[in-house]
C-alpha cells in the first residue's frame, strides 16, 4: 500500500487537476471497486452527479476527495490503486474502474486498480472534517492536529516493539514499511527494541526522522518499486534512489560500511544494520 509520501503526491495532483470541478458523469463498473458502499456502483455513480470537488485532502495513507454536499468520496488506493488525470480519447486503460467526466470537459478522472484492492466509497463527514470512516485513525506527523509529545508518551507505556508502535495507524497515521525502516536507521535504533525500553528523547527521534525522510521523499515524488504507484500524470517517484536501508539487503551501510540485513517481522521485512542498530540482548533488552 502506498505510504504517506505516495498518497500526498497524489492528493496534490487532484487538488490541481479536479478540485473546483463539477461531475457531470460517473461511471463505475464492477462491484467490487464499490464494495465499501453497500447499495452498489450504480447507487454511489448516480449520487455522485452533480457534485462539485471543492478540494482534495489525505490523513495518513487515506484520501478523500471533499464535495459540496454532506458526504465525501473516500478512495482506498489499496496496492495498486490508481487516479489518473486523461484526456477523454485516451485509450482506456484494462484495469480501469471508475470514470469520472467533469462539467467543464477534459480532463476526466480515472481509478485504475490492478489487484482491485482498492476502492471507492461515500462517508458521512465530520464536525472535524474528517470522514467518519476514516475517524479511527490518528493524525500524521504532517498535520497541526498531531501531538508529538502525546504519542511519544503513548508509545512510551508500550511493552511492543517501537517498528510495530510506529506501523500503528491509530497511533501515528502514515508511516508503512518502507518509511519506518529508513526512520528506524536513521535514529539508529532497532526495530524490535520495546518502545518502553526506549528515551522519551529517542522516541521523539525517531518521529522526527520519520517526518524527516518523508518530506525529503515528497521532494522526490515518493517511492516506486514497481509501476504500479504513480502520480496523476502517470509518472513514477524516485526516492528509491535514495533509500538507506529499505531494499538494500548485502549492500554496504551508507553510515559504517556493515552489510545490511533483511529479517522477516510481522510478515513482511525489515532492513536494518547490524552495527548501527545492533538488536536487542533479549526480548526487551
Same mark, same amino acid.
Given at each position: 500500500?502506498?505510504? *504517506? ?13 479536479? +478540485?473546483?470541478?463539477?461531475? #457531470? ?8 471497486? +464499490?464494495?465499501? $458502499? ?16 471543492? &478540494? ?25 490503486? %490508481? ?18 467526466? =467533469?462539467?467543464?470537459?477534459?480532463? @476526466?478522472?480515472? =481509478?485504475?486498480?490492478?489487484? /482491485? !484492492?482498492?476502492?471507492? &466509497? ?23 492536529? !498531531? ?13 511492543? +516493539?517501537?517498528?510495530? &508502535? ?13 518509511? #519506518? ?17 526506549? /528515551? ?6 525517531? *518521529?522526527?526522522?520519520?517526518? %524527516? ?13 514497481? +509501476? ?10 524516485? =526516492?528509491?534512489?535514495?533509500? $538507506? ?18 529479517? %522477516? ?11 548501527? @542498530? ?8
Amino acid at each position: 500500500m502506498p505510504e *504517506l509520501p505516495e498518497v500526498e503526491v497524489v492528493r496534490r495532483g487532484l487538488a490541481d487537476h479536479v +478540485a473546483g470541478r463539477r461531475i #457531470a458523469r460517473a461511471t463505475i463498473t464492477g462491484a467490487r471497486v +464499490a464494495r465499501r $458502499h453497500e447499495p452498489g456502483p450504480v447507487d454511489l455513480a448516480a449520487r455522485l452527479l452533480g457534485s462539485t470537488v471543492t &478540494a482534495a485532502r489525505r490523513r495518513g495513507k487515506y484520501l478523500w476527495l471533499e464535495l459540496d454536499r454532506a458526504d465525501a468520496l473516500v478512495i482506498h488506493l489499496g496496492m495498486s490503486g %490508481q487516479l489518473l488525470v486523461e484526456p477523454a480519447d485516451a485509450p482506456l486503460e484494462k484495469h480501469c474502474h471508475a470514470r469520472f467526466e =467533469f462539467a467543464d470537459g477534459d480532463p @476526466q478522472l480515472r =481509478f485504475v486498480d490492478q489487484r /482491485t !484492492f482498492g476502492g471507492l &466509497a461515500l462517508s458521512p463527514v465530520g464536525p472535524d472534517g474528517i470522514p467518519v470512516v476514516v475517524a479511527h485513525i490518528a493524525p500524521d506527523p504532517f498535520e497541526p492536529a !498531531f501531538d508529538q509529545r502525546a504519542v511519544v508518551l503513548a508509545m512510551k507505556r508500550r511493552d511492543s +516493539a517501537v517498528k510495530r &508502535a510506529l506501523l500503528d495507524q491509530s497511533l501515528v497515521s502514515g508511516i508503512g514499511n518502507i518509511y #519506518a525502516d529508513e526512520a528506524l536507521w536513521r535514529a539508529q535504533v532497532h526495530g524490535e527494541r520495546l518502545c518502553s525500553s526506549l /528515551t522519551k528523547p529517542a522516541l521523539s527521534r525517531i *518521529l522526527e526522522q520519520a517526518r %524527516q525522510v518523508m518530506t525529503e521523499a515528497l521532494g522526490h515524488g515518493g517511492t516506486s518499486f514497481d +509501476a504500479l504507484y504513480v502520480n496523476v500524470n502517470g509518472a513514477s517517484g524516485f =526516492f528509491d534512489r535514495s533509500l $538507506h536501508v529499505y531494499g538494500r539487503e548485502g549492500t554496504p551501510c551508507d553510515r559504517c560500511g556493515a552489510p545490511i540485513r533483511r529479517e %522477516q517481522f510481522m510478515n513482511r521485512s525489515s532492513y536494518s544494520c547490524p552495527r548501527c @542498530q545492533p538488536r536487542p540482548r533479549r526480548h526487551g533488552g
